[in-house]
């Protein structure tokens, strides 16, 4: 258990539709990181945030937003779904503090647009 | 120059026997190279991890062998067991930004140990 939670576990919803998932992250770590993994793209970073402010974004699409709350965790919103977003959304946590930046996951959500 | 590119892409290894998995980075800027094991179902676990400044590291019966030059890192799985099963993957990070390290992933390994 890396101490990363995320919720929901699976979701299934139709195109057009808007989802939020949920991340807590490590006891202590300021960082929180989205990930995508699907079979094709395999895991391609999202977008960071750290101790609430946004830091790096990545292949994140329009479509798609992030925020990091005071308590530090987060919430990635997905709208206007479509079939291609059916994917496993990770995310991860790190106290990114020098040398000591070891991002840890949590079980992912399982995305399914119909 | 981001990219990590890893491989094999799957491996089957007799239980008992010694599994390589290799990566490649064309990015110069990285300075730290962590492997992750991932479970069906799971979320990646952080394996073990390896900075330019060393050219191996050893945790029980993994370990990382680093080639800076060659811009190259591997990871070595002694005495492969059927519970090792599972996708590997490499990464690289770098410091982008305070407070930034993103990492970029190879494509996985699946590695099966057959009894």
Known sequence: ?114 | QQQVKQSPQSLIVQKGGISIINCAYENTAFDYFPWYQQFPGKGPALLIAIRPDVSEKKEGRFTISFNKSAKQFSLHIMDSQPGDSATYFCAASMRSGAGSYQLTFGKGTKLSVIP
């Open chain 1, 1 to 114: 258990d890396s101490g990363v939670t995320q919720t929901p576990k699976h979701l299934i919803t139709a195109t057009g539709q808007r989802v939020t998932l949920r991340c807590s992250p490590r006891s202590g770590d300021l960082s929180v990181y989205w990930y995508q993994q699907s079979l094709d793209q395999g895991l391609q970073f999202l977008i960071q945030y750290y101790n609430g402010e946004e830091r790096a974004k990545g292949n994140i699409l329009e479509r798609f937003s992030a925020q990091q709350f005071p308590d530090l965790h987060s919430e990635l919103n997905l709208s206007s779904l479509e079939l291609g977003d059916s994917a496993l959304y990770f995310c991860a946590s790190s106290v990114d503090l020098a040398g000591h930046y070891e991002q840890y996951f949590g079980p992912g959500t399982r995305l399914t647009v119909t």
